[in-house]
């Protein structure tokens, strides 16, 4: 009898907690394209997060908002082109590729690039200057000495 | 003897780039809305239920200033508006932005009583604080928010005589700005 009643109250509690967990989306479709787009962008409020990710207020909003857009049936295109409008470049992880982000695109290719350049001139400079070192008679008479003891 | 120098130049070059990447303030991103028609809305406004719009403003510079009572900023930039407004016969429409916070117990009421107590928590600090505004609109969601760019409170815009915005500051408005940016900003588009 104790044991029913210990699992009666146990089944309650557990309805009790099913009750208040809130329900994820009402429409999952819509919430898996909201997911994918805004791993994509950058919450402007906590910038080391994602929009999927954030937390902030202003990061419920805008997802209400991406929510909406894709209602209408915009493409993911439009919707990042929207938030780009308003935010700036800067709501993206991956930037447009266009001059003014070249730097930042390129210039780790570049300085890389730079790097290699660099070092083939210095080694080939280098071998030019240091020559290899040759044993002398007496060298190599202790050379052999040594490898005999 | 000369290349002994030359890690030293990349070294300074890289000292003055880092210099001055990390002493900018990250939370200053460049808006793309500067040189763009300020996004149309119509919202009522804290003082009835007449919608403002901007189109009502075109022909006038003015300012554009989010804000809410809630927002700790504001309160430290909101004597500079006062005096800013007593002195310039420059128009400064409020923006109360998202006034009921979702932590808020009002925030679960409907849609009217939300607007209610929004109106009067804020008519109640403009009157504490002073009111710069020639009006205020009441942004409860955060919608027209979004179409300014808006991210965080306080906000500040000048928009021109044709509805274009022509600056952005995120953040409270000093006197120093006032008088080194934005006034004579918006003395120069007053005589174009």
Wanted: contains cysteine; proline residues 6%.
């Amino acid at each position: 009898m104790k044991c029913i009643c210990v699992f009666l109250m146990g089944l309650c509690i557990g309805l009790a907690n099913a009750g208040e967990a809130s329900p994820m989306a009402e429409d999952p479709v819509v919430e898996a394209r909201l997911v994918h787009i805004s791993q994509e962008i950058r919450c402007l409020v906590c910038q080391n997060e994602s929009l999927s990710s954030s937390r902030a207020e202003l990061a419920d909003d805008l997802r209400r908002e991406v929510r909406d857009l894709i209602r209408t049936n915009k493409s993911d295109q439009e919707i990042k082109d929207f938030l780009v409008s308003r935010y700036g470049d800067f709501v993206l992880y991956r930037p447009e590729v266009k001059p003014l982000t070249w730097v930042l695109w390129f210039g780790p290719f570049v300085a890389l690039l730079m790097a290699a350049i660099f070092m083939w001139v210095y080694l080939r400079q280098r071998r030019a200057t240091v020559k290899p070192h040759v044993l002398s008679e007496a060298e190599r008479a202790r050379v052999e000495q040594l490898l005999k003891d | 003897m000369k290349k002994v120098f030359i890690p030293l130049v990349f070294f300074f070059g890289l000292v003055i780039f880092l210099a001055i990447g990390l002493n900018r303030d990250p939370r200053e991103i460049p808006s793309p809305l500067i040189g763009k028609p300020a996004p149309a809305f119509n919202l009522v406004t804290l003082e009835s239920d007449k919608t403002f719009s901007p189109e009502q403003m075109l022909g006038k510079v003015w300012m554009f200033n989010v804000w809410a009572t809630w927002c700790v900023a504001c309160r430290e930039e909101h004597p500079v508006l006062v005096a800013f407004a007593e002195k310039n016969q420059i128009p400064i429409v409020g923006l109360s932005y998202k006034e009921i916070q979702p932590q808020d117990p009002a925030a679960k009421q409907s849609d009217a009583i939300k607007l209610q107590v929004a109106r009067e928590r804020s008519a109640v600090w403009l009157q504490r604080h002073g009111n710069p505004y020639t009006t205020s609109v009441m942004d409860l969601d955060g919608r027209v928010g979004i179409q300014y760019g808006v991210y965080g409170v306080p906000e500040t815009y000048v928009i021109d005589q044709q509805g274009v915005i022509r600056f952005k500051h995120v953040g409270a408005v000093t006197p120093q700005l006032l008088a080194e940016k934005i006034l004579p900003l918006m003395q120069g588009l007053g005589k174009s």
